[in-house]
């Protein structure tokens, strides 16, 4: 008698291509980087298959461990990381994901680097050093002296693992090191010291309470010097070959990104290279920070669109009461209603990296208005993802809760980007003090959302809404994350009814906007062209 049948069982989301993503290869083109089209379906496939998804895994499983000495009680400190780890970041390097915008001359480039790391996302850990090399060149050209020397290796794309002299690598990532105990966010508090020293480095003596990937070659760190808070660059290895002072005291045992080390680090008397003027740490590493900022958003867009294409990979092939999941109505409304929300992240994300692009090549109505709607996308992109992973998972009910589904990995990592390159608190009120400081990226603001005006009634409605907010600054820092909030609704609104498919622009602006949603995803109203919205969401798996 058997006793065991298997059936009725989801077969693994494993052999499509990642980068099959409508709003995304619209973007692409739209935003100028076409070009980029073929090596990203390169990539999607790479990301879509069985072993890469096996590598997001086993980096998981296996977490880095720190080797503070060793055997003969040498201070070494050392990362070590599983092999599937060293694969991963080997991808990334190799097709640019760290850095190649910066070595490349052609419109787009940071477009086609912003959709190539949207699409690696078979572990979200090893992102990290990834972003942070691609947000340290700018900063670095503070010294153009480091930066001639640096630069180059920065933006190779080998993958080159180990602790050496710097300059005598083939490849180099960068990390920052900004976060101190007592002052989280308030940088401006941090207590570690830089003494100058007679060859024109500096010594740097304090303790760093967040210092991710400090397995990396360089970083970019603030201090305070004699002049005030400054940037600096401090290698892990000094160019004779000498291990840097910079102590591991610990690795961070977090809710997610475990892949990722993260560490304490002391700084004994470190060798470090100023980058900047003394006193201007915070105006130089703004550079490397609005960058890492644009990474949260392209990482939550990325995890939004994971989730609900497992969803709906689920539904299509799931049974219950006698139909397919995907066609019973009210999991219908759920995966439209995430497949809007993904989609409404990712036409942003677009935006942002079109006009980071246009921005590095001297477009100044491009940065006013990157100034504003990237830390506005920062706050509502990065505060959606949890809520929407929560209930990608809940799609796949009881079996989306154990960790084979890799749904509780996907929740787990999703508030990170949130916090990371400061909290919802420290985004809305950054969008506040562009708004009453500089004038010019409103104006930009509105230019770019006035552009749908007479196509949407409700988004035009939206929009007045908006003007109303800030026409009154009482109690605004009060207000911020409402206002935010609105901003970004109206930004996402306009984004999709000029350049969105119909029916994920309507069904946008009848829930987000005409307030015909409920409080949970799934509570989209009657009349929504379901159908279509879902068709974008789900995989096709060869």
Known sequence: MTTHEVFNQVPPLAGYDAADDLALLDGLEREGAGWAAAELH??????????????????????????????????????????????????????GLHAAPWADDRPGAHVARAAKFYTWRPDAGHGCPISMTYAAVPALR??????????????????????????????????????????GSDVRANTTTASPAPDGTYRLVGHKWFTSAPMCDVFLTLAQAPSGLTCF????????????????????????????????????????????????????IIDMVNLTRLDCVIGAAAGMRQGVITAAHHATHRQTFGRYLIDQPLMRNVLAD???????????????????????????????FKRLALAVGKYWVCKRWPAHAAEALECLGGNGYVEESGMPRLFRESPLNSIWEGSGNVAALDVLRALVKEHQVMEAFQAEVSAAAGT??????????????????????????????????????SLLVRHGHPAVADAFCASRLGGDHGQA????????DFAAIISRATPKVS
């Open 521 to 528: 995803y799934g509570t989209l109203p009657t009349g929504v």
């Open 42 to 95: 390169e990539l999607g496939r790479l990301g879509g298959s069985e072993q890469a998804i096996e590598y997001g895994r086993l980096a998981n499983e296996h977490p880095p461990t720190l080797r503070s000495h060793d055997r003969y009680g040498h201070r070494i400190d050392e990362v070590e990381f599983h092999p599937a780890w060293h694969e991963l970041m080997r991808t990334a390097v190799t097709h």
């Open 338 to 368: 995430l497949a809007v929300e993904s989609e409404a992240a990712t036409i942003l994300m677009m935006r942002l990296a079109g006009a980071t692009d246009r921005s590095a090549r001297g477009d100044a109505s491009e940065t006013a």
């Open 233 to 284: 660059l401090v290698p892990r290895v000094l160019p004779d070959g000498t291990r840097n002072p910079m102590r591991l005291m610990r690795l961070k045992d977090k809710l997610g990104n475990r892949s990722n080390a993260s560490s304490e680090v002391e700084y004994e008397h470190a060798v470090a290279w100023r980058v900047g003027d003394e006193g201007r740490g915070v105006r130089t």
């Open 456 to 493: 949407d009634a409700r988004l035009d409605a939206a929009v007045r809404q908006v003007q109303a907010d800030l026409s009154n600054f009482d109690d605004l820092e009060l207000r911020a994350r409402r206002v935010v909030e609105r901003l970004a609704l109206v930004l996402q609104g």
């Open 142 to 183: 503070h010294n153009p002296e480091l930066a001639a020397q640096y630069e180059p290796l920065l933006t190779a794309t080998t993958y080159d693992f180990g602790l050496r002299s710097p300059l005598a690598k083939q490849g180099l990532l960068a990390g920052m090191s900004m976060t101190e105990k007592q002052g």
